[in-house]
């Protein structure tokens, strides 16, 4: 597609369950990144994806929250356990490597709600 | 810790009239840009601006850097009740290769009253 595809857009999930949350990114973007972004907060690094490297998991907040992504390709950010603070918009990302200087192209977010 | 603070939080102004917004930041950077959000969900990017460069113009939008004052200003001129948004700066660290996250600001509201 055209864009960063993520689903689902909006979860609701009882706390304590696990979610997944998947994010198709720019076909040739070999970057990809998630953030959070809770309610009149700005964006929170969780992860950054970059072709095969190692990814740089310095932003996830506990051993609760995992990524993994297929080669260039699919990234999937699980959340074990959920917690209510875990309510949120999760955003996907990507881009080309390096600068280029087209910065980031987003997907519209999965809204994360436990109850 | 945050590295982009925009200013004001949030600006309120009437159709037609120039929004201008700032952004601070803490440490050397490679790139700024500025991201628009609508609804808070997905954001777009509105234009990059690299550490050598001054002023960047892009159809409505102006922004400009001082790397002296690490600051950033976004000016949207002829507002219209479309540009009601958050606009949020960030700070890209590195040239490329390495951990490229940027660094997002929390945002000012903009509301453009009709």
């Known amino acids: 597609g055209a864009g960063v595809s993520q689903s689902p857009s909006n979860k609701v999930t009882e706390k304590g369950k696990d979610v997944e949350l998947r994010c198709d990114p720019i076909s040739g973007h070999t970057a990809l990144y998630w953030y959070r972004q809770r309610l009149g907060q700005g964006l929170e690094f969780l992860i950054y994806f970059q072709g095969n490297s190692a990814p740089d998991k310095s932003g996830l907040p506990s051993d609760r929250f995992s990524a993994e992504r297929t080669g260039e390709s699919v990234s999937t950010l699980t959340i074990q356990r959920t917690q209510q603070e875990d309510s949120a918009v999760y955003l996907c990302?990507?881009?080309?490597?390096?600068?280029?200087?087209?910065?980031?192209?987003f997907g519209s977010g999965t809204r994360l709600t436990v109850v | 810790s945050q590295q982009g603070e925009e200013d004001p939080q949030a600006l309120s102004i009437q159709e037609g009239e120039n929004a201008t917004m700032n952004c601070s930041y803490k440490?050397?950077?490679?790139?700024l840009q500025w991201y628009r959000q609508n609804s808070g969900r997905g954001l777009v990017h509105l234009i990059l601006?690299?550490?050598?460069?001054r002023e960047k113009h892009s159809g409505r939008l102006r922004v400009t850097l001082d790397t002296s004052k690490k600051s950033s200003s976004l000016l949207i001129t002829a507002s219209r009740a479309a540009d009601t948004a958050s606009y949020f700066c960030?700070?890209?660290?590195?040239?490329?290769?390495?951990?490229?996250?940027?660094?997002f600001g929390k945002g000012t509201h903009l509301i453009i009253q009709p």
């Open positions: 960030a700070t890209g660290l590195y040239s490329g290769g390495g951990a490229d996250g940027l660094t």
């Open positions: 440490t050397s950077i490679n790139n």
């Open positions: 601006i690299r550490s050598n460069e």
């Open positions: 990302a990507s881009s080309f490597p390096g600068d280029r200087g087209y910065g980031y192209t």
